[in-house]
Structure formats: C-alpha cells, structure tokens
C-alpha cells in the first residue's frame, strides 16, 4: 500500500525553494500525506540524499508522528521532542531536525519517505536514520515519497 506524499513547495521532481535549502532560511518544507492504512499508530519520516559525494546524507529523521497526523507544516522547530508527541533524530550535520539542501555541486534529489508504522516506537530522541530503520523493521504498513531536486 502507497502513501502520497505532496509539499505546496515543490512538486515531484520539481526544485525545492531556496528558503527550505541550507543556504537558504534552512526551514524544512510543508508535507502533506493521505493513504494511511489502518492500524497505523504513528509515521516517521526520512529525508536523504542519494547523490552526495560520500554516500547518501542524511537531512532529517524524524518518528512517532501521531496517526492523527497528516501534514507537517513549514520550519519544524529544530527540537527533540515536539509538542504533538513526535522526536527528531540526528541528521548527518550532526544536528537535531531538518537540515536542508547543500549540495557541493551540480543537482541533486531530496527524497522525503513517509512510513506508517504498527505501534509507536520506544526510541530516544537524537536517534540516528540507521537506529530508525533498525526500530522500524516489521512494523511497516504503508510508504510514501516525494523527491525535489535542489542546485546552488
């Protein structure tokens, strides 16, 4: 089952605004969602990049979404904990919440993913995307995403 995944910033494919890059206001960008499934109990969320030099980077992680939750608005509060019940994890700038777009060259994709899970998990804020996906393994019903393209 699918999840879609929509931002009144970007469409798929599409370039992300400068105000949700780095070196921009650095404010991650409005997503919308519809498709859970039943029995969902929360989301999480990862955005990466495939294309950067050393591998894929980590841009944000962030879990225990409510299942009530279908958006998240523009410029979650860099914190670990927000007031809907949901952590942020650790981004490969080594910061706590969304880090946007910085690529050292040419275009690269943004991928925002989209997990309904089966329960809410029992991990600490500050987590990293390889803690998440190991916390996440057989709790996945439904996944979505959304890709947005960024050049400085």
Known sequence: MAIKITSAAFEEGGMIPR???YDGADVSPPLCWT?????TQSFAL?????DAPMGTWVHWV?????????????????????ENGARQGRN???KIGYGGPCPPGGTHRYYFK???LDTVLSLPAGATK???????EGHILAQGQIMGRYKR
């Open 114 to 116: 989209l997990y309904a």
């Open 130 to 136: 390889a803690e998440l996906l190991k916390a996440m």
């Open 62 to 82: 962030i879990y225990n979404l409510p299942a009530s939750a279908c958006e998240l608005h523009e410029a979650v509060p860099p914190e670990k904990d927000l």
């Open 19 to 21: 105000q949700c890059a």
């Open 46 to 50: 990862i955005s990466d990049d495939p």
């Open 35 to 39: 498709g859970a499934p039943a029995g």
């Open 92 to 94: 490969d700038f080594r």
